[in-house]
């Protein structure tokens, strides 16, 4: 497997990210969405475990408007004002809407790499909902999107995922935390209402007794179990959709 370190030119400046290339030719590319403590080790041992399935993985740096900034250790961030503030501030000042534009960016990487088909996207935490919107605004190129623990997907925002289902054309994922403030009930029903009037093929599956964060090895409540069903499904997905 070969790791390679990126810069990305958006719109808005310059990303770093990181691809993740399988030893043989990859099979098709995924854009891994990060969670709100940013791009780690951890979030590379799951970009390296997807590539050891044959893909082309690309993880990019949704916060690069702001270096330098961190690192966070995800088991204390929150416990710690001054470390709270800063990725408050971070996951504020990085709207849906900057990472929407960049997504053309990131795929425009991929095809650079030599990565030129059908692409799946995942998203953890503040990446689930960024996900969904990058397969509602790129529906040409991404055919599999997943979140897991993902907040506010069909919130009351304007930028709400669940407000662009009809654009998705493709398949989606969405694993829920048991308990996760970030994701009631209600929009849980409100997002599956929205797949299902827009005809979008999906599946919301609840994981009960785990918590927000539950699939990231670095995270206070990271659950080995749960993390292992999360990986049996989303490599379910990608399989079905990508090959």
Known sequence: MAKQDLEIKTQDGSA????????????????????????????????????????????????????????????????????????????????QGMTIRDGAAFLDALTAAGITGPVGVVGYCMGGARALNAAASYPDRIVAAASFHGGNLASDAADSPHRKAASIKARVYVGVAGVDRSFPPEQSARLAEALRV?????????????AHGWCVPDHSVYDAAGAERHWKRLTTLFTETLG
């Open 16 to 95: 770093k990210a990181r691809l993740f290339r399988p030893a043989a030719p990859a099979k098709a590319g995924i854009i891994l969405y990060m969670d709100i403590f940013g791009p780690r080790p951890a979030l590379d041992q799951m970009a390296e475990r997807l590539a050891g399935l044959g893909y082309a993985v690309l993880v990019p740096d949704l916060f690069y408007r702001y270096v330098p900034y961190g690192p966070f250790d995800p088991k204390t961030a929150f416990a710690e004002e001054k470390s709270k503030a800063a990725l408050l501030m971070l996951s504020g000042g990085t709207t």
């Open 198 to 210: 827009a005809e979008v093929d999906h599946a919301i599956e609840n994981y009960v007794g785990v």
